[in-house]
């Protein structure tokens, strides 16, 4: 079982329509961060989410930090072709070293 | 800015084969990782490294070792790779470990052990 679990697995839409992607955790984090993968890149990161409650918006993409700081989402408005990829949110385990641990990921796809 | 690099980008292995994963980094950071990515498990550590000369293990460490020689490079090495190694191997580093400092990914090596 992954500390971070990620909903959906898999994501399908139309452009333009809008999406909302899941990270979830039994646990409380400090902080939780969103990275995006392209097919035959690692992992670019998008934003970093530290206060509970916490929203960051880039461009079209909203990101939430829950207030009890066990969860994230990133929600996408009017989806592009552009958006298409890996998901992956990310954050350091409490209690139990340092380094990040990632969730399964979201992969999404944007058909045109 | 060349940021993270990694070879070599595709490589085949026959079982019990060695090889040795290169990663260098030009951002002066102190920390480096390797991950591997299999599908629907994300990244999983591998080991990692806090400072030029220093190495832990992390998640899943067992048929891998690694050296840290130099603060700029990170070396992967697998003695004896085995099927259960064809993975896609990624290297990472950062200023700091945790909170807001993210991570600089290379594009990463896909290995096939056959």
């Known amino acids: 079982t992954q500390l971070l679990e990620q909903s959906p697995q898999f994501l399908s839409i139309q452009e333009g329509e809008n999406l909302t992607v899941y990270c979830n955790s039994s646990?409380?984090?400090?902080?939780l961060q969103w990275y995006r993968q392209e097919p035959g890149e690692g992992p670019v990161l998008l934003v970093t989410v530290v206060t509970g409650g916490e929203v960051k918006k880039l461009k079209r993409l909203t990101f939430q930090f829950g207030d009890a700081r066990k969860d994230s989402s990133l929600h996408i408005t009017a989806a592009q072709p552009g958006d298409t990829g890996l998901y992956l949110c990310a954050g350091p385990p409490p209690d139990a070293g340092n380094m990040l641990t990632f969730g399964g990921g979201t992969r999404l796809m944007v058909k045109p | 800015n060349a940021g993270v690099t990694q070879t070599p980008k595709f490589r085949v292995l026959k079982t019990g084969q060695s090889m040795t994963l290169l990663c260098a980094q030009d951002m002066n950071h102190e920390y480096m990782y390797w991950y591997r990515q299999d599908p629907g498990m994300g990244l999983r550590l591998i080991h990692y490294s806090v400072g030029e000369g220093t190495t832990a293990k992390g998640e899943v460490p067992d048929g891998y070792n690694v050296s840290r020689l130099k603060k700029q490079n990170f070396l992967l090495g697998l003695e004896s790779a085995a099927p259960s190694q064809t993975s896609v191997y990624f290297c990472a580093s950062s200023y700091f470990a945790r909170g807001t400092y993210g991570y600089t990914f290379g594009s990463g090596t896909r290995l096939t052990v056959v």
């Open positions: 646990s409380v984090f400090s902080s």
